[in-house]
Protein backbone atom coordinates (compact mmCIF):
# COMPACT_ATOMS: atom_id res chain seq x y z
CA UNK A 1 0.00 0.00 0.00
CA UNK A 2 1.90 3.20 -1.14
CA UNK A 3 -0.51 5.92 -1.90
CA UNK A 4 -0.70 8.86 0.43
CA UNK A 5 -3.42 8.57 3.33
CA UNK A 6 -4.47 11.73 4.02
CA UNK A 7 -8.13 11.84 6.06
CA UNK A 8 -9.56 9.23 8.02
CA UNK A 9 -13.31 7.65 8.24
CA UNK A 10 -14.73 7.92 11.15
CA UNK A 11 -15.59 4.48 12.21
CA UNK A 12 -13.00 4.30 14.67
CA UNK A 13 -11.24 7.16 17.51
CA UNK A 14 -8.96 8.82 15.79
CA UNK A 15 -6.87 9.39 19.24
CA UNK A 16 -6.60 5.52 19.17
CA UNK A 17 -5.51 5.21 15.50
CA UNK A 18 -3.08 8.07 15.62
CA UNK A 19 -1.73 6.99 18.84
CA UNK A 20 -1.29 3.93 16.93
CA UNK A 21 0.37 5.39 13.75
CA UNK A 22 2.79 7.34 15.78
CA UNK A 23 4.24 4.43 18.43
CA UNK A 24 4.58 2.40 14.57
CA UNK A 25 6.47 5.09 12.84
CA UNK A 26 4.81 4.24 10.38
CA UNK A 27 7.36 3.08 8.38
CA UNK A 28 7.42 -0.56 9.99
CA UNK A 29 4.59 -2.85 10.51
CA UNK A 30 3.70 -3.44 13.86
CA UNK A 31 2.04 -6.46 14.54
CA UNK A 32 -0.62 -5.37 16.45
CA UNK A 33 -2.52 -1.60 15.62
CA UNK A 34 -0.89 -0.88 12.51
CA UNK A 35 -2.64 -3.73 10.27
CA UNK A 36 -6.32 -2.28 12.01
CA UNK A 37 -4.77 1.40 10.68
CA UNK A 38 -4.39 0.48 7.51
CA UNK A 39 -8.08 -1.46 6.97
CA UNK A 40 -9.86 1.24 8.45
CA UNK A 41 -8.11 4.13 6.68
CA UNK A 42 -9.28 1.89 3.37
CA UNK A 43 -12.02 4.43 2.76
CA UNK A 44 -9.83 7.65 2.66
CA UNK A 45 -9.70 9.95 0.38
CA UNK A 46 -6.97 8.12 -2.09
CA UNK A 47 -5.45 8.73 -5.67
CA UNK A 48 -7.62 6.31 -7.99
CA UNK A 49 -5.31 6.92 -11.07
CA UNK A 50 -3.29 8.82 -12.90
CA UNK A 51 -4.59 8.99 -16.24
CA UNK A 52 -1.66 9.42 -19.39
CA UNK A 53 -2.87 8.80 -22.92
CA UNK A 54 -1.19 5.90 -25.10
CA UNK A 55 -0.11 8.49 -27.45
CA UNK A 56 1.29 11.10 -25.15
CA UNK A 57 4.47 12.70 -26.97
CA UNK A 58 7.35 14.87 -25.83
CA UNK A 59 5.88 18.55 -24.51
CA UNK A 60 2.42 17.59 -25.28
CA UNK A 61 1.30 19.07 -21.68
CA UNK A 62 -1.63 16.53 -21.23
CA UNK A 63 -2.79 18.10 -18.09
CA UNK A 64 -2.50 21.62 -18.67
CA UNK A 65 -6.98 22.28 -18.38
CA UNK A 66 -9.11 19.98 -16.93
CA UNK A 67 -13.13 19.81 -16.38
CA UNK A 68 -15.22 16.95 -14.63
CA UNK A 69 -18.89 16.51 -14.59
CA UNK A 70 -20.54 13.34 -13.49
CA UNK A 71 -19.15 10.54 -15.23
CA UNK A 72 -17.10 12.68 -17.91
CA UNK A 73 -13.83 13.90 -18.11
CA UNK A 74 -11.96 15.98 -20.04
CA UNK A 75 -8.18 16.70 -20.09
CA UNK A 76 -6.12 19.04 -22.73
CA UNK A 77 -2.81 18.54 -24.44
CA UNK A 78 -2.49 22.03 -26.23
CA UNK A 79 0.96 21.46 -27.28
CA UNK A 80 -0.48 18.15 -29.04
CA UNK A 81 0.86 18.03 -32.44
CA UNK A 82 -1.19 15.29 -34.27
CA UNK A 83 -2.23 18.09 -37.32
CA UNK A 84 -0.10 20.71 -36.80
CA UNK A 85 2.96 21.92 -34.42
CA UNK A 86 0.97 22.74 -30.86
CA UNK A 87 -2.14 22.60 -32.75
CA UNK A 88 -3.79 21.12 -29.70
CA UNK A 89 -6.33 18.64 -28.45
CA UNK A 90 -8.51 17.20 -26.17
CA UNK A 91 -8.70 13.71 -24.15
CA UNK A 92 -12.49 12.47 -23.78
CA UNK A 93 -12.49 9.99 -20.62
CA UNK A 94 -15.76 7.89 -19.16
CA UNK A 95 -16.43 6.54 -15.71
CA UNK A 96 -17.77 3.32 -16.42
CA UNK A 97 -18.35 0.38 -13.49
CA UNK A 98 -16.06 2.77 -11.43
CA UNK A 99 -13.29 2.87 -14.29
CA UNK A 100 -11.95 5.52 -16.24
CA UNK A 101 -11.73 4.46 -19.96
CA UNK A 102 -10.46 6.87 -22.78
CA UNK A 103 -13.19 7.25 -25.19
CA UNK A 104 -11.90 10.26 -27.96
CA UNK A 105 -9.69 12.61 -28.57
CA UNK A 106 -11.20 16.28 -29.75
CA UNK A 107 -9.80 18.14 -32.15
CA UNK A 108 -10.86 21.50 -33.80
CA UNK A 109 -12.58 21.49 -37.09
CA UNK A 110 -10.43 23.82 -38.11
CA UNK A 111 -6.89 23.10 -36.84
CA UNK A 112 -3.97 25.23 -37.21
CA UNK A 113 -0.41 25.46 -35.95
CA UNK A 114 0.08 26.99 -32.62
CA UNK A 115 -3.63 27.62 -31.65
CA UNK A 116 -3.15 25.68 -29.08
CA UNK A 117 -6.96 24.34 -28.76
CA UNK A 118 -7.57 22.92 -25.63
CA UNK A 119 -5.74 25.72 -23.46
CA UNK A 120 -8.84 26.34 -21.17
CA UNK A 121 -11.59 23.72 -20.23
CA UNK A 122 -15.32 23.57 -19.30
CA UNK A 123 -18.16 21.53 -19.03
CA UNK A 124 -21.98 21.46 -17.93
CA UNK A 125 -24.02 18.33 -18.74
CA UNK A 126 -23.92 17.11 -21.97
CA UNK A 127 -22.09 20.89 -23.42
CA UNK A 128 -18.61 22.00 -23.21
CA UNK A 129 -16.13 24.81 -24.17
CA UNK A 130 -12.98 24.35 -25.25
CA UNK A 131 -10.35 27.83 -25.22
CA UNK A 132 -7.44 28.26 -28.36
CA UNK A 133 -6.30 31.10 -27.02
CA UNK A 134 -3.71 31.34 -30.01
CA UNK A 135 -5.89 30.85 -32.89
CA UNK A 136 -6.04 33.18 -35.59
CA UNK A 137 -10.44 33.72 -36.47
CA UNK A 138 -10.75 35.50 -39.86
CA UNK A 139 -6.71 35.33 -40.07
CA UNK A 140 -6.03 37.69 -37.04
CA UNK A 141 -2.60 36.29 -35.52
CA UNK A 142 -2.98 35.47 -31.69
CA UNK A 143 -6.76 36.89 -31.59
CA UNK A 144 -8.05 33.69 -30.09
CA UNK A 145 -11.29 31.63 -29.99
CA UNK A 146 -13.18 29.14 -28.46
CA UNK A 147 -15.32 26.25 -29.73
CA UNK A 148 -18.64 24.69 -28.35
CA UNK A 149 -18.85 20.92 -28.33
CA UNK A 150 -21.76 18.95 -27.32
CA UNK A 151 -22.17 15.70 -26.36
CA UNK A 152 -24.73 13.30 -28.67
CA UNK A 153 -25.30 9.79 -28.17
CA UNK A 154 -22.03 9.33 -26.12
CA UNK A 155 -20.17 11.09 -28.24
CA UNK A 156 -18.61 14.48 -28.88
CA UNK A 157 -19.69 16.40 -31.69
CA UNK A 158 -18.50 19.84 -32.27
CA UNK A 159 -21.39 22.61 -32.87
CA UNK A 160 -20.00 25.86 -33.37
CA UNK A 161 -16.20 27.88 -33.02
CA UNK A 162 -16.81 31.89 -31.85
CA UNK A 163 -14.51 34.71 -31.43
CA UNK A 164 -14.53 38.29 -30.37
CA UNK A 165 -16.96 40.45 -32.14
CA UNK A 166 -13.96 43.22 -32.25
CA UNK A 167 -11.48 40.26 -31.91
CA UNK A 168 -7.61 41.79 -32.67
CA UNK A 169 -3.88 40.57 -32.87
CA UNK A 170 -2.88 38.82 -30.00
CA UNK A 171 -5.94 39.81 -27.42
CA UNK A 172 -5.86 35.62 -26.74
CA UNK A 173 -9.46 35.38 -26.46
CA UNK A 174 -10.31 31.55 -25.00
CA UNK A 175 -7.46 31.93 -22.32
CA UNK A 176 -10.09 31.34 -19.46
CA UNK A 177 -13.65 29.92 -20.41
CA UNK A 178 -16.83 28.37 -18.55
CA UNK A 179 -20.21 27.18 -19.01
CA UNK A 180 -23.55 26.95 -17.19
CA UNK A 181 -26.35 25.88 -18.98
CA UNK A 182 -27.00 28.34 -22.39
CA UNK A 183 -24.26 31.01 -21.31
CA UNK A 184 -21.04 30.65 -22.38
CA UNK A 185 -18.30 33.67 -20.91
CA UNK A 186 -14.55 33.66 -22.58
CA UNK A 187 -11.99 36.03 -20.79
CA UNK A 188 -9.51 38.08 -22.75
CA UNK A 189 -7.38 39.18 -20.27
CA UNK A 190 -4.52 40.61 -23.23
CA UNK A 191 -7.18 42.91 -24.21
CA UNK A 192 -7.18 46.57 -24.53
CA UNK A 193 -10.48 47.17 -22.81
CA UNK A 194 -9.67 50.74 -22.43
CA UNK A 195 -5.72 50.38 -22.22
CA UNK A 196 -3.50 47.92 -22.54
CA UNK A 197 -3.95 44.51 -20.75
CA UNK A 198 -6.69 45.62 -19.07
CA UNK A 199 -8.87 43.05 -20.35
CA UNK A 200 -12.21 41.70 -21.58
CA UNK A 201 -14.79 39.02 -21.01
CA UNK A 202 -17.69 38.27 -23.83
CA UNK A 203 -20.65 36.38 -22.98
CA UNK A 204 -22.38 34.05 -25.51
CA UNK A 205 -25.98 32.00 -25.08
CA UNK A 206 -27.38 29.61 -27.07
CA UNK A 207 -28.19 25.80 -27.62
CA UNK A 208 -27.06 23.49 -30.34
CA UNK A 209 -25.24 25.47 -33.58
CA UNK A 210 -26.62 28.58 -32.44
CA UNK A 211 -24.50 30.52 -30.59
CA UNK A 212 -24.33 34.53 -30.43
CA UNK A 213 -22.30 37.09 -28.03
CA UNK A 214 -24.37 39.05 -26.12
CA UNK A 215 -22.65 41.14 -24.10
CA UNK A 216 -18.99 42.69 -24.29
CA UNK A 217 -17.82 43.15 -20.63
CA UNK A 218 -15.86 46.10 -19.31
CA UNK A 219 -15.52 46.78 -15.99
CA UNK A 220 -16.25 50.13 -14.15
CA UNK A 221 -12.84 51.01 -13.41
CA UNK A 222 -10.43 49.06 -16.01
CA UNK A 223 -7.10 50.32 -16.22
CA UNK A 224 -3.76 49.34 -17.83
CA UNK A 225 -2.60 46.16 -16.91
CA UNK A 226 -5.98 44.85 -14.68
CA UNK A 227 -5.64 41.53 -16.80
CA UNK A 228 -9.37 41.20 -16.34
CA UNK A 229 -10.77 37.66 -17.89
CA UNK A 230 -7.66 35.84 -16.67
CA UNK A 231 -10.18 33.92 -14.51
CA UNK A 232 -14.04 33.49 -14.88
CA UNK A 233 -16.93 31.73 -13.45
CA UNK A 234 -20.51 31.46 -14.29
CA UNK A 235 -23.23 29.94 -12.61
CA UNK A 236 -27.03 30.63 -13.79
CA UNK A 237 -27.35 34.38 -14.08
CA UNK A 238 -24.20 35.11 -12.26
CA UNK A 239 -20.66 35.78 -13.29
CA UNK A 240 -17.77 36.65 -12.21
CA UNK A 241 -14.45 37.56 -13.52
CA UNK A 242 -11.14 37.98 -12.62
CA UNK A 243 -8.61 41.34 -12.49
CA UNK A 244 -5.56 39.80 -10.70
CA UNK A 245 -3.74 42.84 -12.07
CA UNK A 246 -5.80 45.46 -10.60
CA UNK A 247 -4.02 48.04 -8.20
CA UNK A 248 -6.04 49.15 -4.99
CA UNK A 249 -5.11 51.74 -2.44
CA UNK A 250 -3.12 49.11 -0.42
CA UNK A 251 -1.13 47.40 -3.59
CA UNK A 252 -0.25 47.30 -6.77
CA UNK A 253 -1.39 43.92 -8.19
CA UNK A 254 -3.48 43.44 -5.30
CA UNK A 255 -5.98 42.12 -7.99
CA UNK A 256 -9.63 42.52 -7.93
CA UNK A 257 -13.11 40.26 -8.98
CA UNK A 258 -15.95 41.46 -10.76
CA UNK A 259 -19.35 40.32 -10.07
CA UNK A 260 -22.12 40.64 -12.98
CA UNK A 261 -25.70 39.88 -12.47
CA UNK A 262 -28.22 39.48 -15.85
CA UNK A 263 -32.01 39.99 -14.51
CA UNK A 264 -34.54 38.40 -16.72
CA UNK A 265 -34.51 39.04 -20.45
CA UNK A 266 -32.01 42.01 -19.14
CA UNK A 267 -28.45 42.80 -20.14
CA UNK A 268 -25.42 41.59 -18.00
CA UNK A 269 -24.72 44.41 -15.27
CA UNK A 270 -21.87 44.59 -12.82
CA UNK A 271 -23.43 44.83 -9.28
CA UNK A 272 -19.99 44.25 -6.93
CA UNK A 273 -16.42 44.95 -6.96
CA UNK A 274 -15.05 42.17 -4.42
CA UNK A 275 -11.04 42.09 -2.85
CA UNK A 276 -9.61 41.08 -0.14
CA UNK A 277 -7.07 41.69 2.82
CA UNK A 278 -3.45 41.47 1.24
CA UNK A 279 -0.54 43.80 -0.16
CA UNK A 280 1.31 44.25 -3.04
CA UNK A 281 1.42 41.68 -5.71
CA UNK A 282 -0.65 39.36 -4.25
CA UNK A 283 -3.36 38.79 -7.28
CA UNK A 284 -6.10 38.30 -5.80
CA UNK A 285 -8.44 36.93 -9.04
CA UNK A 286 -6.01 34.66 -10.64
CA UNK A 287 -8.58 32.10 -10.31
CA UNK A 288 -12.35 32.15 -9.36
CA UNK A 289 -15.39 29.50 -8.86
CA UNK A 290 -19.23 30.11 -8.26
CA UNK A 291 -21.78 28.10 -7.33
CA UNK A 292 -25.05 29.78 -6.29
CA UNK A 293 -24.39 31.77 -2.97
CA UNK A 294 -20.82 30.67 -2.20
CA UNK A 295 -17.43 31.93 -4.13
CA UNK A 296 -14.08 31.02 -3.95
CA UNK A 297 -11.21 33.41 -5.04
CA UNK A 298 -7.86 32.06 -5.53
CA UNK A 299 -4.89 34.40 -5.05
CA UNK A 300 -1.90 32.69 -6.16
CA UNK A 301 0.46 35.06 -4.51
CA UNK A 302 -1.20 36.25 -1.30
CA UNK A 303 1.25 36.59 2.32
CA UNK A 304 -1.62 34.80 4.27
CA UNK A 305 1.42 33.12 6.08
CA UNK A 306 4.45 34.12 4.59
CA UNK A 307 5.82 35.26 1.35
CA UNK A 308 3.60 34.15 -1.55
CA UNK A 309 2.29 31.44 -0.06
CA UNK A 310 -0.95 31.74 -1.24
CA UNK A 311 -4.48 31.69 0.12
CA UNK A 312 -7.76 31.04 -1.26
CA UNK A 313 -11.08 33.67 -0.05
CA UNK A 314 -14.24 32.90 0.51
CA UNK A 315 -17.87 34.78 -0.11
CA UNK A 316 -20.99 34.34 0.52
CA UNK A 317 -23.64 36.12 -0.63
CA UNK A 318 -26.24 37.45 2.14
CA UNK A 319 -29.07 40.03 1.91
CA UNK A 320 -28.17 41.21 -1.64
CA UNK A 321 -24.96 41.39 -1.56
CA UNK A 322 -21.10 39.38 -1.50
CA UNK A 323 -19.80 39.54 1.89
CA UNK A 324 -16.06 38.44 2.78
CA UNK A 325 -16.79 35.43 5.06
CA UNK A 326 -13.15 33.33 5.22
CA UNK A 327 -9.16 33.18 4.23
CA UNK A 328 -8.62 29.45 3.47
CA UNK A 329 -4.83 28.21 3.77
CA UNK A 330 -3.56 25.02 4.51
CA UNK A 331 -2.71 23.53 7.81
CA UNK A 332 0.75 23.34 6.75
CA UNK A 333 0.94 26.14 4.23
CA UNK A 334 4.37 27.47 4.26
CA UNK A 335 5.95 30.51 2.25
CA UNK A 336 6.33 30.27 -2.04
CA UNK A 337 3.83 27.42 -1.59
CA UNK A 338 1.37 29.32 -4.14
CA UNK A 339 -1.49 27.80 -2.66
CA UNK A 340 -5.02 29.07 -3.91
CA UNK A 341 -3.66 29.59 -7.68
CA UNK A 342 -6.69 27.41 -9.27
CA UNK A 343 -9.81 26.41 -6.81
CA UNK A 344 -13.39 24.36 -7.48
CA UNK A 345 -16.30 24.26 -5.89
CA UNK A 346 -18.99 21.62 -5.71
CA UNK A 347 -21.93 21.88 -3.03
CA UNK A 348 -20.21 21.78 0.29
CA UNK A 349 -16.67 21.06 -1.08
CA UNK A 350 -13.80 23.21 -2.22
CA UNK A 351 -10.57 22.11 -3.95
CA UNK A 352 -7.54 24.82 -3.32
CA UNK A 353 -4.51 23.42 -5.32
CA UNK A 354 -0.64 24.34 -3.95
CA UNK A 355 1.67 23.02 -7.02
CA UNK A 356 4.53 24.37 -5.26
CA UNK A 357 4.26 22.58 -2.01
CA UNK A 358 7.32 19.90 -1.06
CA UNK A 359 5.57 16.53 0.88
CA UNK A 360 7.41 14.54 -1.36
CA UNK A 361 10.03 16.44 -2.90
CA UNK A 362 11.16 19.99 -3.88
CA UNK A 363 7.82 21.64 -5.46
CA UNK A 364 6.12 17.96 -6.06
CA UNK A 365 3.02 19.88 -5.38
CA UNK A 366 -0.51 19.12 -4.54
CA UNK A 367 -3.89 19.99 -3.48
CA UNK A 368 -6.46 20.55 -0.28
CA UNK A 369 -9.98 19.70 0.14
CA UNK A 370 -12.64 21.44 2.29
CA UNK A 371 -15.47 20.51 3.25
CA UNK A 372 -18.04 23.40 4.18
CA UNK A 373 -19.59 23.01 7.51
CA UNK A 374 -22.07 25.55 8.87
CA UNK A 375 -20.79 28.58 7.47
CA UNK A 376 -17.41 28.09 7.63
CA UNK A 377 -14.89 25.72 5.48
CA UNK A 378 -12.67 22.96 7.17
CA UNK A 379 -9.45 20.99 5.75
CA UNK A 380 -10.51 17.63 5.44
CA UNK A 381 -6.82 16.19 4.13
CA UNK A 382 -4.72 16.96 1.57
CA UNK A 383 -4.58 15.34 -2.10
CA UNK A 384 -1.12 13.84 -3.31
CA UNK A 385 -0.15 11.55 -5.93
CA UNK A 386 1.82 8.50 -5.19
CA UNK A 387 4.50 8.91 -7.60
CA UNK A 388 5.34 12.41 -7.42
CA UNK A 389 8.82 13.74 -8.05
CA UNK A 390 11.29 17.01 -7.78
CA UNK A 391 9.34 19.48 -10.43
CA UNK A 392 6.59 17.89 -10.64
CA UNK A 393 3.51 21.08 -9.95
CA UNK A 394 0.86 18.31 -9.67
CA UNK A 395 -2.07 20.83 -9.07
CA UNK A 396 -1.30 23.34 -12.19
CA UNK A 397 -5.45 23.40 -12.72
CA UNK A 398 -8.19 21.22 -10.55
CA UNK A 399 -11.55 20.34 -11.06
CA UNK A 400 -14.27 18.87 -8.90
CA UNK A 401 -17.32 17.05 -9.36
CA UNK A 402 -19.56 15.88 -6.40
CA UNK A 403 -16.83 13.98 -4.73
CA UNK A 404 -14.38 13.13 -7.13
CA UNK A 405 -10.77 15.22 -7.72
CA UNK A 406 -8.71 15.76 -10.81
CA UNK A 407 -5.16 17.41 -10.07
CA UNK A 408 -3.46 18.48 -13.41
CA UNK A 409 -0.10 17.53 -14.29
CA UNK A 410 1.29 18.99 -17.15
CA UNK A 411 5.23 18.41 -16.49
CA UNK A 412 5.12 14.76 -15.68
CA UNK A 413 7.82 13.16 -17.60
CA UNK A 414 5.94 9.36 -18.39
CA UNK A 415 6.52 9.23 -21.56
CA UNK A 416 10.00 10.29 -21.67
CA UNK A 417 11.29 9.70 -18.28
CA UNK A 418 14.99 10.20 -18.76
CA UNK A 419 14.68 13.31 -20.11
CA UNK A 420 13.29 15.83 -17.12
CA UNK A 421 12.53 18.10 -19.80
CA UNK A 422 9.81 15.49 -21.34
CA UNK A 423 6.54 17.68 -19.94
CA UNK A 424 4.66 15.07 -21.69
CA UNK A 425 1.99 15.51 -18.94
CA UNK A 426 -0.40 13.44 -16.89
CA UNK A 427 -3.83 14.00 -14.96
CA UNK A 428 -4.62 12.24 -11.81
CA UNK A 429 -7.59 11.58 -10.02
CA UNK A 430 -8.92 11.47 -6.51
CA UNK A 431 -12.01 10.27 -4.65
CA UNK A 432 -13.21 11.94 -1.35
CA UNK A 433 -15.04 9.86 0.96
CA UNK A 434 -18.35 11.57 2.41
CA UNK A 435 -17.28 10.89 6.11
CA UNK A 436 -13.56 11.44 6.23
CA UNK A 437 -12.06 14.20 8.78
CA UNK A 438 -8.67 15.38 9.34
CA UNK A 439 -7.24 13.94 11.95
CA UNK A 440 -3.75 15.35 13.26
CA UNK A 441 -0.49 14.38 12.19
CA UNK A 442 2.45 12.20 12.97
CA UNK A 443 5.02 14.16 14.98
CA UNK A 444 8.57 14.31 14.29
CA UNK A 445 9.35 12.50 17.33
CA UNK A 446 7.86 9.64 15.50
CA UNK A 447 10.16 5.86 15.51
CA UNK A 448 11.50 6.46 12.07
CA UNK A 449 11.21 10.46 11.50
CA UNK A 450 8.57 10.57 8.75
CA UNK A 451 7.24 13.71 9.98
CA UNK A 452 3.68 14.34 8.13
CA UNK A 453 2.35 17.87 8.93
CA UNK A 454 -0.74 17.86 6.48
CA UNK A 455 -2.73 15.68 8.67
CA UNK A 456 -1.59 11.79 7.67
CA UNK A 457 0.36 9.33 7.84
CA UNK A 458 3.18 8.02 5.30
CA UNK A 459 2.86 4.44 4.93
CA UNK A 460 6.28 4.09 3.02
Not at 124 to 144: E, F, H, K, R, S
Not at 294 to 304: H, I, L, P, Q
Not at 380 to 400: C, F, I, N, Q, R
Not at 423 to 442: R, V
Request: include cysteine; hydrophobic fraction near 40%.
Amino acid sequence: MNSILTALPRRLPASTLLQEALRCGVRAICAVGWLHLISSLALGQVQRVKLIPPDVEYEDNFGHAVAIDGDWVLISSPLDDDIAAQSGAVYVYRRESGVWNLSQKLKASDTAPSAQFGYSLAMDGAYAVIGALLDAPMGIQGAGSAYVFERIADVWVQRVKVWASDASPSWNFGEAVDISGGVVVVGSRAASGVSAFSGLAYVFEGAGSSWWQTARLVPSDAAQGDSFGDSVAVDGTRLVVGAPGADLPTGGNQGVAYVFDRPSAGAWVEVQKLSAPGTLNEYFGSDVDLQGETMVVGATSANAVGPVSGAAHYFRYLAGRWEYSQLLVGFDTKAYDKFGSWVALDGDVAIASSHLTDDLATNSGGGYAFNLQGSTWQQDGKLLPEDSYASHLVGMEVALSGRTVILGCRFDNSACPQDPACHSGAAYIFDLPTNATQYGSCASAAPCGNTDTHGGCRNK
